[in-house]
């Protein structure tokens, strides 16, 4: 599984780091600088709204229809839906999108006035929104749900008010549970391939799809190896931010069981 | 100025009048009335289901209620939010703070009524030594025991010295010796502190153990209150008698104000009852060995026997079918199917009716 | 009088956001919708394409979603019969002879999540160019990868499950009375496990049925990248397909749901 050294090879075989050296060609920077924002931004954006969501859910029982109807739908917008929610967005958004029509015909305003950018970097904030905002549900509610009900109750018992318990008790309590959802959200965004594949045909904004041309490429024989340090770079990165999970963790397990 | 100090004691008094709390489907409360005088150590006991947890958290506003008056220190509380009527609470379990050090749960009361941080820490300092437990004031809860779980809770209620201090089944989750201790220590440091105390339980053991007074409930209303002398020996209906101790249900008739047990007249404690076939309730304790000379002895037949450490109890079914169990010192050990004679030793018994 | 001492949020908030976010939400899909009911340049809706999908008219552009769409299906089956064939045997064998390699095996099947299916491509473009020489590149050599891929999540939903039925005790039990070890598994295990199983299965057939990735750098047909292709042809046709796909998905997580629900609890 880990031919991926093959990062380190050229096609004919000899030791070579060419291909590492690559890397640091700005246009390949500028596509993992572009990854790293895109995910940063759609994970923060992703944690909040669904934190909210998660919020909104304590309290609804487990075994209930609306808690069965948000886990499935989580699941399927989280997990399953790349490419067709390149298709959703390209209706929404696009060109003749749902509501890009709208807002031309209803309110005057157009939005891409200034360009088509759905097909760009900034067209896949939405998208990635919006399976980050599911995944972030389904990665967060558990913490959420262990929440005591015995420790707002002490709170309150103390002399406590509401947002002096959150402030104190809630956000400490779930302050790991919650970066270490954002960390996931971010590696999630970052690694994920399908719905910008879906909507770029041409053009490699982001490192995934740097890999595609890399391994697609006709023009340039020898690209696949490029892939490979493509590839590397994508784990380092990813290394990075699993580590710092593991650090987040960690500190919690000071208090944590 | 100490904790114990006298000139800092709060207590007050207490009381619940009338309280009425509905839930979907179910009358929790019923209309119960219950004082509190200032210091003093009231229990609540009753099966799973009667009430007593809903009363308590009634009177610590986790619950609101539907009809009645809640006193504190004599002003009816029934609109205070829980925050502000300066209560103490220790539940059952999982209730202290997990990202806190014990001596930073300690101190959160404190710290909500705005004490300066040195106070706070002396004074949490002090509560935890009272406690016990003035060398674990750095750790988290999951490194402690159970036992020492709740006496954290229980020096974090008291700290802020409340006016009243509520107990939900503290002991429940707790294995047996450490409960049996650690319900010692909470009547100790409780009478040391002098705090209206409203402890809720459904071990009728526990309840007779440590409180000034006991309150049964059945089914939303209180049956009786009474010292645990009372409650025990003069329980005035059939729940109160079998929920309080053992006792043994024996067929007999009531006949001119007393009551006729096995050829046996026994007083009754209510003279006042009705003529006619009733149960009797015997405690194990009233019923013991006798010798044929003996003119009430009754022969019967033993079934089973059991070693209880201090004591023993053994359970034995008269000719006609009636089986009793008598509580009697170790040394006297007789084996099943033995014959014995027993009798009853004439205490007044209660009596509910067939 | 309650709102200090719950967790809970009132009922209007839980209802505002979850209002607005679900409102939010449903905007992709209703566009999805509505996107594909368009009649032409003169405005205004009709179901005419929705008809055309199911009476069966589509041209032969759309071979190649139909391809897929089978393509996609065999790969689920197999998929799912290697996760039960290979994976669900290892794990009862390692719950109770080697136990100690539990914390392995948990690592080995939990791996594939942190790998970006992009970076498995990379590294498996090389064994695929073996494979197809070996065996021809059709799309059912595909299932090896997904089996990759599915693992996380498969094996998360039979571990629970052997947990939960404490397979070591019934094996004990089951062995005491004296049966062989193939009636331990068939009559015992296999009946306690079904519910892990068939949650192991869904979810498995829900992966296979939404993976583009490997699909896509690897060149072969399934629903996914068929559906790109068709996307370009006739974007109508290929909305109203993924529209149904994700139904369908829906659906299928909503029956896991009632499965992993739906039995009594465990009193103990």
């Known amino acids: ?257 | ?354 | 009088m309650s709102a200090t001492t719950t967790l809970a949020p009132s009922r209007l908030t839980r209802w505002i956001i979850l209002g607005v976010v679900g409102a939010v939400f449903a905007i992709p899909i209703v566009a999805m919708a509505e996107f594909t009911m368009r009649r032409g340049l003169d405005g205004g809706y009709d179901l005419s394409r929705w008809t055309i999908v199911f009476t069966g008219q589509l041209g032969p552009a759309y071979m190649p979603v139909w391809q897929g769409i089978q393509n996609s299906v065999v790969l689920a089956l197999v998929t799912v019969l290697l996760m039960l064939v290979l994976l669900v045997p290892t794990m009862i064998l390692v719950t109770l002879r080697f136990p100690s390699l539990q914390r392995v095996l948990e690592f080995i099947c939990l791996l594939p999540i942190s790998i970006p299916a992009i970076v498995l491509v990379v590294g498996l473009a090389p064994v695929y160019q073996v494979i197809s020489r070996m065996l021809g590149s059709g799309t059912w050599s595909l299932a090896f990868a997904y089996g990759i891929l599915v693992l996380p999540f498969a094996y998360r939903a039979v571990q629970s499950n052997i947990e939960a039925v404490d397979v070591v005790t019934l094996t004990e039990a089951a062995r005491s009375l004296g049966a062989g070890w193939v009636t331990v598994i068939v009559r015992v295990l296999m009946p306690n496990l079904r519910r892990g199983l068939l949650a192991g299965a869904f979810i498995s057939v829900a992966v296979v049925l939404g993976e583009f990735t490997i699909a896509s750098l690897l060149s072969r047909t399934t629903l996914q990248t068929a559906l790109v292709v068709a996307s370009k042809a006739d974007a109508f046709i290929a909305v109203i397909f993924a529209l149904l796909a994700l139904l369908f998905a829906f659906i299928l997580l909503l029956v896991i749901g009632r499965i992993g629900r739906g039995r009594p609890e465990r009193t103990s």
């Open chain 1, 1 to 257: 599984m880990l031919a991926l050294w093959s990062g380190f090879f050229q096609r004919d075989g000899s030791f070579t780091l060419d291909n590492v050296a690559a890397l640091g060609d700005p246009v390949i920077v500028r596509t993992f600088v572009t990854s790293l924002w895109l995910s940063a931004l759609t994970a923060v954006v992703g944690a909040v709204v669904g934190a909210l969501v998660c919020y909104a859910l304590v309290g609804v029982r487990p075994d209930g229809a609306l808690r069965s109807v948000v886990d499935a739908i989580s699941g399927v917008l989280a997990q399953f839906g790349g490419v067709m929610l390149a298709f959703a967005f390209v209706a929404t958004i696009g060109i003749q999108g749902f509501v890009t029509v709208v807002l031309r015909d209803q309110f005057g305003f157009n939005i891409y006035e200034n360009g088509v950018w759905l097909y760009e970097a900034p067209g896949l904030i939405l998208p990635y929104i919006y399976f980050q905002v599911p995944l972030m549900v389904i990665v967060f509610l558990p913490a959420l749900q262990a929440l005591k009900p015995q420790w707002a109750e002490a709170n309150a018992t103390l002399g406590g008010t509401t947002a002096g318990f959150w402030l104190r008790i809630g956000f400490p309590v779930l302050a790991p549970s919650f970066l270490g959802s954002l960390l996931l959200l971010f590696a999630n965004a970052f690694s994920s391939y399908a719905t910008a594949a879906a909507l770029t045909s041409q053009g490699q904004s982001i490192v995934p799809l740097q890999i595609r041309a890399a391994l697609t490429s006709e023009t340039v024989l020898g690209r696949e190896n490029l892939a490979g340090a493509l590839a590397l770079g994508m784990i380092v990165v990813m290394a990075i931010v699993m580590s710092l999970y593991a650090l987040v963790q960690r500190r919690a397990a000071r208090w944590q069981r």
């Open chain 2, 1 to 354: 100025m100490t904790l114990a100090d006298p000139s800092t004691r709060t207590s007050a008094p207490v009381a619940l009048v009338d309280v009425v709390k509905r839930f979907p489907g179910l009358t929790a409360l019923d209309g119960v009335s219950l004082e509190l005088a200032p210091g003093e150590f009231v229990a609540l006991l009753g099966p799973s289901g009667c009430g007593k947890t809903t009363a308590l958290r009634v009177l610590a506003g986790l619950e609101s209620a539907d009809d009645g008056h809640i006193l504190i220190d004599e002003r009816d509380v029934v609109d205070v939010p829980t925050n502000k009527r300066d209560i103490g609470m220790v539940f059952q379990s999982y209730s202290l703070f997990p990202h806190l050090t014990v001596a930073e749960n300690v101190e959160f009361g404190l710290r909500m009524r705005g004490m300066p941080t040195v106070d706070r820490r002396q004074r949490a300092a002090d509560m935890l030594d009272m406690v016990g437990l003035d060398h674990h004031a750095t750790r988290f809860a999951h490194q402690l025991s159970g036992g020492q779980q709740q006496r954290v809770a229980l020096a974090r209620a008291l700290v802020t010295q409340p006016r009243v201090l509520l107990l939900d089944e503290p002991l429940s989750a707790l294995d047996a010796k450490v409960r049996v201790g650690l319900r010692d220590e909470i009547r100790r440091i409780q009478t040391e502190l002098g705090i209206t105390t409203l402890f809720v339980t459904h071990d009728q053991e526990e309840a007779l153990a440590v409180a000034d007074r006991v309150a049964v409930m059945r089914s939303g209303r209180i049956e009786q209150i009474g010292t645990p002398e009372e409650l025990y020996s003069r329980p005035i209906s059939d729940f109160v008698a079998d929920f309080v101790g053992l006792s043994n249900r024996m067929p007999a008739e009531v006949v001119g104000g007393v009551a006729v047990i096995e050829g046996q007249q026994v007083p009754l404690i209510d003279a006042d009852a009705a003529p006619g076939s009733v149960h009797a309730l015997v405690r194990p304790e009233d019923i013991v060995f006798a010798s044929e000379a003996d003119a009430h002895s009754r022969p019967a037949v033993v079934v089973t026997t059991s070693f209880l450490g201090s004591l023993r109890r053994t359970r034995v079914r008269f000719t006609d079918g009636v089986e009793v169990t008598l509580q009697h010192e170790v040394s006297h050990a007789p084996g099943p199917g033995e014959t014995v004679r027993v009798r009853l030793t004439g205490r007044p018994v209660a009596v509910s009716r067939v």
